[in-house]
């Protein structure tokens, strides 16, 4: 009885799984895998309790094979070499899958370590992150194994995970437990799509409400616990994407404390993702060339703040964050992109010029025999004039100079060259 009610209430079938219908109702393609008894290598890219552990354990209670769980944040070497070492004894002859939790924080070494024993099948890995994969896993692990993404549960799922917990700890307790619906949906939208974080503070409310032969959850307690434990904004609400909208939008008017302001509004909800991922499209999108090193600078600060974590994360993107903010401006190949983009969605275009086709044969009928390219670097300046677009947008112009000092100098240069 001293287990989390989460854990006591943990799921252990598909169909009392709260949420996740994209991937476990009927004919979708994870439920396909798990009724199969066959698993490949999986990685659950997710946030935090909506489900991801849960499913990996009802894989291991049907597949046959030893489970054996590592948190990446806390498991060695060593660690792993010893579920190495259990390969092929009688306790894991039915194979084994190992459940790694928070992969993104192993090192490249710890991942490669497990590679050969994940290629030859000796271990299933059913890896979870709370981080993009394609960012934080290495590439031949990732190419080796299915990634599904599992969705922030919404307030009505968590609603029926609540109803069920009521039900079970009033079958616990052996006393009833009264606690009316608008609490529960407000239990329910307090935990953000963190369906533990509604089960604690469940618990709570009824720790402190236990007198007399039922339990009645008093309002006023609960409305305090709620304001003590609920997240300073929800992720899923107007106000997350609100916040995002400020942050990038100081960045890109230059207003370094008002950007750094709404950076710790991110930081202290817990959101690293989004204030990095706003942070890396800024020094793109909004100073791009008009600071060009900026980019490295920036992606080295998010690198940084991804491998220490919060709260030091705090640091280097507070670094980052001003110096985007502080940089000259410029959105021009942010602009030529999005033109090439909408021209080629029209079908405005045409064919290759025959001088840059990877090709040296013509046919019989061809009006010009040969390539006849140009190889600038045989010509003076390393530029000769040729061209380069299909004929019928041959003159169109994609790309306008920014007026900072480093595009009008490019344009200076190439204007006295082209000039020649």
Known sequence: MSSPLADRLRPTNIDEIAGQRHLLTKGKVLRKIIESGNIPNLIFYGPSGVGK??????IAENCGKKLYYLNATTASTSDIKEIINSIGTIESAGGILLYLDEIQYFNKKQQQILLSY?????????????????????NAILSR???????????????????????????????KIIISD??????????????????????????TSESGDNITVDETTAEEILAS????????GDEHYDIISAYQKS?????????????????????????????????NE???????????????????AMMVGLPEARIPLANAVILVACSPKSNSAYEAINTVMSDIEKGIGGDIPRQLQNKHFDGEDAAVKGQNYKYPHDYPMHYVNQQYLPDNIKDKKYYRSGDNKTEQKFREYWDSIKSK
């Open 145 to 175: 194994s299915t990634v599904f993404e599992f969705k922030t549960l919404s307030a009505e799922d968590i609603a029926s995970v609540v109803r069920r917990a009521v039900k079970i700890l009033s079958d616990e307790k052996g006393k």
């Open 53 to 58: 552990t849960t499913v990996a354990n009802i």
């Open 251 to 283: 960045m890109r008017g230059s207003d370094p404390d008002a950007a750094v302001y709404y950076l710790g509004r991110l930081l202290a909800a817990g959101d690293l993702p989004s204030a990095c991922r706003r942070l890396l499209v800024c020094a």
């Open 182 to 207: 608008s609490l529960i949906k407000k239990l329910s939208a307090a935990a953000a799509g963190d369906a533990r974080r509604s089960l604690n503070m469940l618990e709570l409310c009824i720790v």
């Open 118 to 138: 994940i290629e030859n099948g000796d271990i299933t890995l059913i890896a979870s992150t709370t981080e993009n994969p394609y960012f934080y896993v290495y």
């Open 229 to 236: 434990n609920a997240v300073r904004y929800d992720r899923e």
């Open 286 to 304: 909004d100073v791009g060339l008009a600071y060009p090193q900026i980019i490295p600078i920036v992606k080295a600060a998010v690198d940084t």
